[in-house]
């Protein structure tokens, strides 16, 4: 399909595979500044993985989505048919966009706490992936799962929040059109920390519609609010996700926004919000 659609007037490939985690970390480490364009061909953690390679360095990210979610490419007018993401590649317009690091990771759409990196745990471990594999893991897990005691300190302003989850959204969606936070940008300079309150079992319905419908801010279950810097206390350690993508962190996180700090190949109906 590559060398179908690629513009060659525009583009000469190379075309590297992933053989392991992190291993598209190290190609695009050895790639940046040498080439103009490097591809993350995936979901979110895919492009977490390459683009974590390419902040503040003038190479830019193309995307063409092939994970489970695809929060980032969503967010950014990328279309899920393959062609059409390889012809916003021949397009190439350009924007520049935030990234963020939690405890010094980078990541680029969106990281939590709480029960969705708890189900980003759970999920990891399913033989199938996909949205309907990502519900029923909820469905499983919600009644058993208990909120947590959070201590915020946001652009030095103190909240004491009970949050079921904690969402550090960059762009407006966990993916699939799940859109938590839906007037995130990517290129404000802000995080909107969404700070999800634990609702009634028979609500969680309601709830996904409300993602879906980019709704959520206006059910009192979820607050957000925006800052550049976030340090977060918990009682205990515990998983943390970072695009998607579990690991456990201690009881005191730090999350950052790095302003303009990557360059990406964005769809035509992609809409600048700043």
């Given at each position: 399909?590559?060398?179908?659609?690629l513009d060659p007037e525009v583009f000469n490939p190379t075309i590297v595979f992933s053989n392991s985690v992190a291993?598209?970390?190290k190609i695009a480490k050895d790639a940046v500044n040498i080439f103009d364009v490097i591809v993350a061909v995936g979901g979110d953690g895919t492009v977490n993985e390459v683009a974590s390679a390419m902040v503040h360095s003038n190479t830019v990210l193309g995307i063409i989505p092939y994970g489970s979610g695809n929060g980032l490419s969503r967010f950014l007018g990328i279309s899920m048919d393959t062609?059409?993401?390889?012809?916003?590649?021949?397009?190439?317009?350009?924007?520049?966009?935030?990234?963020?690091?939690?405890?010094g990771q980078p990541f680029f759409?969106?990281?939590?706490?709480?029960?969705?990196?708890?189900?980003?745990?759970?999920?990891?471990?399913?033989?199938?992936?996909?949205?309907?594999?990502?519900?029923?893991s909820s469905i499983e897990e919600i009644s058993k799962y208990q909120s947590q005691t959070y201590?915020?300190?946001?652009?030095?302003?103190?909240?004491?929040?009970?949050?079921?989850?904690?969402?550090?959204?960059?762009?407006?969606?966990?993916?699939?059109?799940?859109?938590?936070?839906?007037?995130?940008?990517?290129?404000?300079?802000?995080?909107?920390?969404?700070?999800?309150?634990?609702?009634?079992l028979w609500r969680f319905p309601e709830m996904g519609i409300r993602m879906l419908?980019?709704?959520a801010e206006g059910t009192r279950y979820v607050e957000i609010i925006r800052g550049k810097h976030i340090h977060v206390k918990r009682k205990n350690p515990g998983p943390v996700h970072?695009?998607?993508?579990?690991?456990?962190?201690?009881?005191?996180?730090?999350?950052?926004?790095?302003?303009?700090?990557?360059?990406?190949?964005?769809?035509?109906?992609?809409?600048?919000?700043?």
């Open positions: 399909m590559i060398e179908k659609h291993h598209a970390r062609v059409k993401a390889i012809n916003t590649l021949n397009a190439s317009r350009i924007e520049i966009i935030d990234s963020a690091v939690l405890n759409n969106m990281a939590g706490m709480g029960f969705d990196a708890h189900i980003s745990e759970v999920f990891a471990r399913q033989k199938t992936r996909g949205i309907f594999t990502y519900i029923k201590s915020l300190n946001i652009d030095g302003k103190e909240y004491i929040r009970e949050a079921f989850m904690l969402s550090f959204a960059n762009s407006s969606q966990y993916g699939n059109n799940a859109h938590i936070s839906p007037h995130a940008s990517v290129q404000d300079g802000l995080l909107d920390i969404c700070v999800i309150r634990k609702f009634p419908t980019k709704t970072i695009d998607g993508e579990p690991q456990m962190s201690g009881a005191d996180t730090q999350v950052d926004v790095a302003p303009h700090s990557l360059k990406v190949i964005v769809g035509n109906n992609y809409k600048k919000h700043v």
